[in-house]
């Protein structure tokens, strides 16, 4: 018998979005300078720089916050628990948000279950 692959609520898409932005708005002021750096300094793409960065910032720690939807009983998931590692086998012994990495092994969750209906789902 196959079995059904899990269903995901691309949890871990948020942060890759944020990291590929960020990359293709760096990449776009390196290569829309111009040569002399008085001339960049009173460019617009200079006097984005901080904003932008200070706004990934606090996307990034609004993203992990932000609970989801369970893809399979559609309650509402928090994305701050207790949460058991499956490389390590071990609980995290607080309460630590589902994108940080494993206190014990350092790996990436990649797969969590639901308080609600029990049922795992691909992060």
């Not at 559609?74 to 701050?80: L, M, P």
Request: charged share 20%; aromatic share 18%.
């Amino acid at each position: 018998m196959e079995a059904k692959p899990l269903q995901s609520v691309f949890f871990h898409f948020r942060f890759k979005f944020l990291a590929i932005t960020a990359i293709f708005f760096l990449v776009w002021v390196i290569l829309s300078s111009s040569m002399e750096f008085d001339q960049f300094a009173t460019s617009l793409q200079y006097k984005l720089l901080g904003p932008f960065f200070i706004a990934s910032g606090i996307f990034y720690l609004v993203f992990r916050k932000v609970p989801f939807k369970c893809p399979n009983c559609q309650k509402t998931v928090s994305t701050r628990k207790d949460w058991h590692c499956p490389h390590c086998d071990k609980m995290q012994g607080k309460q630590r948000y589902l994108s940080d990495k494993c206190v014990h092994c350092k790996q990436m969750l990649a797969t969590s279950f639901c308080d609600h209906c029990k049922e795992e789902f691909r992060l």
